[in-house]
């Protein structure tokens, strides 16, 4: 083949964001094209499928203006590639990874297959360094490990990107490296992105933070490739330039729906909920470049949100995030009633890596047991609730009671806490053992006596 | 005439391709599921459909930059997997590429078309066991590599040859790509290495298979107990996301009483896979006092890697397991997870553009999954030997529902069903397998093995528990509308004795050092313990003693700590707790006669 870029102007279908041009010659699957439209106008887009002379192209930014004549498509020979450099720590870029803000153009050190390459699962060292995010709901009860992926599964209206905010203000390990944050914003507002940009001013983490926005009104197809391109940045900063990053992807539901218009527009069979059969796959491609690298100091942790159409954790979304991501934090509408900030349901949640990461020189001796025993004892409190409203107060014992009170004092205040509340480790399974001198020291059943001896408060607080 | 080169030489040009599928014409002559290099940077691919000279392919690598018009070759073999030493402890991916030697050769990242030897290059002490001048079966073993600290490799002779013994080497170190043997076959002389390939997709032929009496013990009580599997059986193990599939796979590929392991990672996490190559080495087979490493093969072909390969990953796992199985070993196979396999199926169906079956799945799914499973067994082998290949399939439906086509064909063709429930996943009890929905359809066919091995008694006890928890089930619907104090007494002494069941004897710690696996003895003896109990309750309640009472005696409390006594200790502790049991009894019976 030879190196001259072709152009064709041989439109023979404009179909929803794809295209599809006759005649062409050497394009290779998943080529770059630009598409020129006849006013001028450039839009980027990539090759889904090519059978002989004819290829099946994606539109990033729409189809909008398209003519089956007088556009032309120039395949431009090879896969998407983010220019990337140490300089786009603090800069923002739109969708596709180009600068937004008023900055200079990035000097790129390299360029980058946006679709990265998969991470030989020999070479990953297991995720084990706690994270400290200061929410107790998630460092005591679902800990955060460097390296892992753990989405917030949320739902309309509740405050997940409050939570997710003030995750990346508080974040630290205990070791002391700083992190770094992507944000990749998919398809939310710009009074939503707007949140977190002024969030990480106030807080001066701007400059170790680098944005990538898909807002709302912009072209639905690009949010397949902002992901893409964002852990491309998080990738080179990572594992080329040591640095810990902590990326917050939000919304992972736009991304799946932008995925289903393009599986609708191919004419793809539909799997459940006319999403693709192949989301799994998709999503793994995605949430699966978080990680730790031997030989590598950097790593990437995941804190994908997303949120769940009619709060249903078995719709597809969070159905197939589930399997593939270590964990979830489970974001409660009835606690967020209950006006509980933040609503953080630990009971379903769930950190996979939890019990590797934690214990005596990760974070405590003690705190194996003692989440153990606070998750067993919220539980019982909760049954105790449901109970409660069958037969009344009166009919419970005393002990019963006390588990009453303890979900109560639980929630009200280890789970919450104030928008600006830093908690250490320690304060947080200190005020853990609180609680549990709720309890009558017998109760203890998950913890070690040795344990309880040393932290079980010997005054009650009651 | 050698077995082991193709003769390819056909060469195609590309005319299609939509993600890992791609078709190319000039093909004619090709074969089906003949091994294809796609394109300039010779991607490895398989020919799974023909028609005229256009040949489509599935491409096991990322597929992004590849052109029209590049070449295509077709190597004349089918996609197969090298077997002979080297297999132990080796990470493989779904197309049998070692990881490792990957990671040292390109990087921490998976590149394409990447070329590495299947088997370590590296020489083996070969002991022969025939003589020059013996007649060659298929199938015959030729001579031992000791292979790792535990395996002894039997070489043996590739299934499709046999004729006469021309030479062999004598006791010595050779190279894996030295001759070790000739043999005189009717198509010539065939000069064998200490490997051989095998065609992944075409089962290994042996003898005869065996009805499956044996169990396969697991250490696991639910497992064990409940819901057996026996050495040759097929068990599925559905559950939606946190349930413990992984888990309870991992649980087995540690403390099964397999002699080889292959645990297939199949579109999974890639630290999940991490988590095994760390664990693994750290921990001992209770049987051997050996690292598990020194019996397992990993394949691992996670979720972000090439789909296609995905595919393949299980028919390569099952290849080699029953290669193993072949030197007359008792191997057990875990597929993490087959709903992974099953969606690879889907999408290159879905690329294919054939007609989709139930939820987009293709029509040929459920014989698909029934022919992989089929490939277990307890067999005699070419080499008049008997060994065994148990498949466990762990399933992910979509929503934790079960009544999905992977789920529902499953179960068709597997023996035993362990039903991982959420509800029970909700309430911590781990490993959250649903007593009530699980079953097993070996019960009978082993009852006798637990008899002249372990105890007369077995079969007995487990349906006594079963028809306890069975009770529990029906009297839990009561207390729900009017209380546990309505109940009658007897029946709150069966509701107490269930909870011990659930509680004490089918809970087990997958991570505590002692309680993580549980021998048949310690089951036994445990199950007695509760039983036994729940005896003596009975007759304290027909005594007039009060269930608030009985739920206070330290028996109680010290059948709770039975699962944490280390076999050693067991049998004092049990008979320490008999006989406190039976003073207790005494002491509050006398108290009620009087």
């Known amino acids: ?462 | 005439m050698s077995i082991y080169e193709g003769d390819g030489v056909i060469e195609g040009k590309i005319v299609k391709i939509s993600g890992p599928v791609v078709v190319a014409e000039g093909m004619k002559g090709a074969k089906m599921y003949e091994v294809v290099k796609v394109g300039d940077t010779q991607l490895i691919g398989e020919i799974i459909g023909l028609e005229e000279d256009l040949a489509t392919m599935q491409v096991y690598e990322e597929t992004a930059g590849l052109k029209i018009g590049e070449k295509v070759i077709a190597t004349g073999r089918p996609l197969s997997v090298k077997l002979g030493p080297g297999l132990i402890k080796n990470i493989y991916d779904g197309v049998q590429r070692p990881l490792r030697v990957m990671k040292d050769e390109q990087g921490s990242f998976i590149l394409r078309g990447v070329s590495v030897k299947e088997l370590p290059e590296k020489s083996w002490e070969f002991v022969p066991r025939v003589k020059a001048g013996a007649a060659v079966e298929p199938g015959m073993v030729l001579g031992t590599v000791k292979e790792s600290e535990v395996v002894e490799h039997r070489i043996l002779v590739p299934p499709n040859v046999s004729g006469e013994l021309k030479d062999i080497v004598s006791k010595g170190t050779y190279d894996i790509e030295d001759d070790i043997a000739t043999v005189k076959t009717a198509d010539g002389d065939v000069g064998l290495k200490m490997y051989h390939a095998w065609p992944v997709r075409e089962p290994r032929p042996y003898v005869k298979k065996h009805p499956s009496t044996i169990p396969l013990i697991t250490g696991q009580r639910v497992l064990d107990t409940f819901f057996p599997i026996a050495k040759g059986g097929t068990a599925g193990i559905p559950g939606g996301f946190g349930t413990g599939k992984t888990v309870t796979q991992h649980q087995l590929a540690k403390w099964a009483d397999a002699e080889i392991v292959v645990y297939v990672g199949c579109g999974e996490r890639g630290n999940e896979m991490t988590q095994v190559l760390k664990e693994f080495p750290e921990l001992l087979d209770p049987r051997t006092g050996k690292p598990i490493t020194e019996r397992t093969v990993l394949i691992a072909n996670t979720s972000n890697m090439p789909v296609a390969a995905r595919e393949a990953s299980i028919y390569t796992g099952v290849t080699i397991a029953e290669y193993f199985r072949d030197m007359g070993y008792n191997v057990a196979l875990m597929a993490d997870s087959t709903s992974r396999w099953a969606e690879a199926l889907r999408e290159i169906s879905g690329r294919l553009e054939e007609m989709p079956g139930e939820a987009g799945f293709p029509a040929y799914l459920a014989s698909k999954l029934s022919g992989f499973y089929e490939r277990s067994g307890r067999v005699d082998t070419l080499a008049n030997d008997t060994g065994s290949l148990s498949i466990i399939g762990a399933v992910s439906p979509p929503g934790g529902d079960f009544s999905e086509p992977v789920t529902q064909n499953t179960l068709r063709v597997v023996k035993v069903f362990w039903a991982l429930d959420k509800k029970l996943k909700d309430q911590r009890h781990f490993p959250s397998i649903n007593w009530l929905t699980s079953y097993s359809l070996y019960l009978d066919e082993i009852e006798d093995w637990w008899k002249d091995n372990v105890s007369e008694k077995w079969k007995m006890r487990r349906d006594e528990a079963m028809s306890i928890l069975q009770e529990e089930n029906e009297l839990q619907e009561i207390v729900q509308l009017i209380g546990p104090d309505a109940l009658p007494e007897r029946q709150r002494v069966t509701l107490l004795c269930a909870q011990m069941i659930r509680e004490d004897f089918l809970q087990q710690n997958a991570f505590h050092d002692v309680d993580s696996f549980c021998s048949e003895n310690k089951q036994v003896a445990m199950l007695k313990s509760i039983l036994d109990f729940y005896d003596t309750a009975l007759k304290l309640i027909d005594a007039g003693v009060s269930v608030a009472e009985i739920r206070e005696m330290p028996t109680v409390q010290k059948i709770g700590r039975l699962k944490y006594v280390s076999e050693k200790e067991l049998e004092s502790y049990i008979k320490g707790l008999t006989d406190e049991m039976y003073d207790e009894y005494d002491r509050l019976a006398r108290s009620y006669a009087g």
């Open chain 1, 1 to 462: 083949m030879s190196d001259v870029q072709k152009e064709y102007s041989s439109i023979r279908e404009v179909s929803g964001p794809i295209i599809i041009v006759d005649g062409v010659e050497g394009v290779g699957y998943s080529e770059v094209v630009e598409v020129t439209l006849p006013d001028g106008t450039k839009r980027r887009g990539q090759v889904l499928e090519v059978d002989r002379d004819v290829a099946v192209i994606q539109v990033f930014e729409g189809t909008s203006g398209t003519t089956t004549e007088g556009t032309s498509v120039r395949f431009t020979g090879h896969t998407l590639k983010l220019p990337v450099s140490e300089d786009m720590l603090g800069r923002v870029f739109n969708g596709m990874g180009e600068p937004i803000d008023d900055g200079p153009d990035i000097i790129p050190d390299k360029e980058m297959d946006i679709n990265g390459l998969p991470i030989n699962p020999s070479a990953r060292e297991y995720p084990r360094e706690f994270i400290q995010t200061g929410l107790s709901a998630i460092d005591g009860m679902n800990t955060l490990v460097r390296g892992q992926k753990l989405p917030i599964f949320s739902g309309s209206g509740l405050p997940h990107n409050e939570i997710a905010a003030q995750i990346t203000r508080q974040t630290k390990v205990l070791t002391g490296e700083e992190f770094g944050i992507v944000f990749v914003a998919m398809g939310i507002t710009y009074g939503e992105a707007n949140f977190f940009t002024e969030n990480f001013r106030k807080s001066g983490a701007l400059e170790k933070v680098v944005m990538f926005l898909n807002l709302a009104d912009d072209p639905a197809i690009e949010r397949i490739i902002t992901p893409r391109v964002a852990l491309t940045a998080a990738e080179y900063l990572a594992f080329e330039k040591d640095m810990h990053l902590l990326v917050i992807l939000t919304d992972m539901t736009n991304y799946c729906e932008a995925l289903r218009e393009i599986s609708a527009a191919r004419e793809e069979v539909p799997g459940r909920r006319g999403y693709p059969g192949y989301m799994y796959t998709d999503l793994a491609s995605i949430y699966e470049r978080a990680g730790r690298i031997e030989d590598r100091e950097g790593s990437i942790t995941q804190m994908p949100i997303l949120t769940m159409p009619d709060d249903d954790m078995n719709h597809p979304i969070p159905d197939l995030s589930g399997y593939i991501t270590e964990g979830q934090i489970i974001v409660s509408r009835e606690l967020n009633r209950k006006n509980i900030y933040p609503p953080i349901d630990v009971s379903p949640s769930l950190s996979r890596l939890m019990k590797d990461g934690i214990g005596e020189g990760l974070t405590r001796e003690d705190h194996d047991g003692l989440q153990n025993q606070l998750f067993g004892a919220y539980a019982k409190g909760k049954e105790m609730r449901d109970l409660v409203a069958v037969v009344g107060e009166d009919a419970l014992s005393d002990l019963d009671k006390q588990y009453l009170h303890f979900a109560e004092e639980f929630e009200s205040n280890f789970i919450r806490q104030k928008r600006d509340e830093d908690r250490s480790i320690e304060e947080t399974l200190d005020l853990g053992w609180k609680m549990l001198g709720m309890l009558p020291e017998e109760e203890l059943k998950r913890i070690d006596q040795k344990y309880i001896e040393k932290y079980y408060p010997k005054e009650q607080s009651e």
